[in-house]
């Protein structure tokens, strides 16, 4: 049986103690990089049953027709007491049309900071998202296999979101 995209994604659908999955799907296009949200600007949300959650992951999206090269945890929170373990996934190529999902531009986002003991007291989804591409961006850098999926076009468009102390200090020189 085959579930819509963004079914079961509203945020007041999660259920104290249980886990959801948090499905970032991004994709390039000339304007830049784009995400998929569920309908209303919600993230994507499913789920979990216990099962392999990079399983989980990989066939939602694959019934979404999404096409994704890499995929990876990025973060998880709490949230009305369940916990989302958030996942990024890069398409392989513009998102077609997915049911219950809808393109949205990323724009440029400050990160949702807490104390050194305790979380943001508000978590936005654009501020998860600012988070997904920071990490990326820091995998694209360090980690051979996220690097070699990444098209230069990827590449070149996750500049913008190198953490801090990589954009100052680039290929051992500072730069402004």
Do not use: C, K, N
């Not at 995209?5 to 970032?24: C, N, R, Y």
């Not at 998929?36 to 694959?62: E, I, K, M, N, Y």
């Not at 945890?73 to 513009?94: C, F, I, K, N, Y």
């Not at 990323?106 to 501020?127: C, F, K, N, T």
């Amino acid at each position: 049986m085959a579930v819509a995209a963004g079914a079961a994604s509203h945020p007041h659908s999660t259920v104290e103690g249980a886990v959801w999955l948090e499905i970032l799907p991004f994709f390039l296009e000339a304007g830049g990089i784009r995400t998929l949200r569920a309908t209303g600007g919600r993230s994507w949300r499913v789920p979990h049953g216990g099962d392999d959650v990079r399983q989980t992951v990989a066939q939602r999206l694959a019934a979404a027709g999404l096409d994704p090269v890499a995929v990876h945890s990025t973060s998880w929170r709490q949230e009305r007491g369940a916990v989302l373990l958030t996942h990024l996934a890069v398409l392989r190529r513009p998102a077609a049309d997915a049911e219950g999902l809808e393109s949205w531009p990323v724009r440029d986002g400050e990160l949702a900071y807490g104390s050194a003991l305790l979380p943001p007291a508000r978590i936005e989804v654009d501020h998860v998202v600012a988070h997904a591409l920071r990490h990326l961006a820091w995998l694209a850098l360090q980690d051979e296999a996220v690097r070699g999926s990444l098209s230069d076009g990827w590449r070149e468009a996750l500049r913008r979101f190198q953490a801090e102390p990589f954009r100052r200090f680039e290929g051992g020189r500072a730069t402004a």
